[in-house]
């Protein structure tokens, strides 16, 4: 009997317990399998660089955007703009940022809730088409930053800087693996309940100081992360996701869907204006532009959302909750709120909390499209709200 088997951090993105089908059983053991040991994975910081080639390509997917941004807005001066390339940014922003909130995050990342094949394709295309990485890295990456969430071990902490993060990770890794040995003791595969309420608070914040260290903790947190080497052992985070023929399939033609995304709108601004240059136009804004819009409000989660905000409930990193990116985000910037409940569907959890996704989420479930959509209960949010 598997009461509870929950290998990651506190309030964990995987927490199987809720599961009882024998394929998610089997799922959560294959995770525990692979994770029996922690390793502390070498990012954070410190990190090795990623390799030339991946370096190159990381720089060119954060200064080609910005060029066309520059070139769109010099072109308002020739050819213009149209309604339909305003429309195509919004829309494209927001359905592929959808892609990343609904699909990347809460689906696969946190298993939030669960859906058809259809909408488990629907939504990874769509979150490919955000040009933020193939969907196994992008979930690998963000399930190893919960775990080791503003220690030296995140991959893109503005705070993971300092050598008492370092220190943070490490006392963590040990732990867990103290909780693991004792439960096998035990007899039980409880192993993780007591670190539910047993943490490192460390509300001090650890980036180096003064304005220069909050400079540059922003930027490695921003977009300077994606020129370090990925978590050495990224792989053990994802088995379940390989083991879904649909997951591995959308990933493994990233570039399929991402060029396809740049397509789109210019075959509908072309169809729309009837000239070339519109079409052309429609690459440049609905496609370009509006990559460098998602890029930069997804990374700001990493960075603003863990060092401005409010902090309405107990998280064992900095997460904050922000206004600003709480709707710009599509509910994403309500991110102390998801480190306290990492497999809420909901992010936005009070009723002035804007969550566009959420909203979704919700529809979906409405209609049938959704199912076992994961919420905190009562007593959960009552007990973890901060008083003080
Ligand atoms: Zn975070
Ligand atoms: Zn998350």
């Known amino acids: 009997m598997m009461s509870r088997l929950s290998l990651f951090r506190e309030g964990s993105l995987m927490t199987m317990s809720m599961s009882s089908s024998p394929t998610d059983l089997r799922q959560s053991t294959a995770v525990a399998d692979s994770l029996s040991e922690t390793v502390l994975p070498a990012v954070g910081g410190d990190a090795p660089l990623a390799t030339p080639a991946l370096r190159t390509a990381y720089a060119v997917v954060i200064v080609v955007p910005l060029l066309a941004l520059i070139a769109a807005i010099a072109l308002l ?11 195509l940014l919004v829309g494209g922003y927001i359905l592929t940022g959808l892609g990343i909130t609904i699909g990347f995050h809460r689906l696969f990342t946190h298993k939030a809730f669960t859906t058809s094949r259809f909408m488990t394709a629907f939504w990874a295309i769509l979150g490919s088409m955000a040009a933020e990485g193939s969907l196994f890295i992008w979930c690998g990456v963000h399930r190893v930053h919960h775990q080791f969430s503003d220690t ?111 397509l789109i709108p210019g075959v509908i601004a072309g169809l ?17 532009v509006r990559i460098l819009v998602v890029h930069h409000i997804t990374w700001s989660i990493n960075s603003a959302c863990h060092l401005w905000g409010a902090r309405d409930y107990v998280s064992h990193d900095h997460s904050r909750n922000n206004l600003i990116f709480g709707i710009l985000g599509l509910g994403e910037g309500w991110h102390n709120n ?51």
């Open 77 to 87: 001066w020739g050819p213009g703009v149209q309604p339909v390339h305003l429309y």
């Open 152 to 262: 030296h071990a995140d991959p893109h902490s503005p705070h993971a800087v300092s050598a008492r993060a370092v220190a943070i990770a490490e006392a963590h890794a040990a732990k867990i693996d103290a909780h693991r040995k004792a439960s096998a003791i035990a007899g039980t595969a409880d192993a993780s309940a007591d670190l539910d309420h047993d943490h490192h608070h460390h509300d001090h914040d650890d980036h180096a100081p003064g304005f220069r260290g909050l400079v540059s903790g922003f930027w490695h947190a921003h977009a300077g992360w994606l020129f370090r080497a990925h978590p050495a052992d990224m792989e053990r985070y994802i088995p379940d996701l390989r083991n879904d023929p649909v997951l591995r399939f959308v990933d493994r033609f990233f570039f399929l869907w991402l060029a396809v995304g740049l």
């Open 338 to 388: 998801h480190h306290a409940f990492p497999t809420s569907a909901r992010h936005g959890l009070a009723w002035w909390q804007f969550d566009l996704s959420w909203i979704i989420i919700r529809g979906m479930e409405l209609v049938g499209l959704a199912r076992n959509v994961r919420l905190p209960s009562p007593e959960r949010l009552a007990a973890k709200r901060r008083t003080a």
């Open 272 to 288: 729309v204006t009837q000239t070339w240059t519109g079409a052309a136009l429609g690459v440049l804004w609905g496609g370009l």
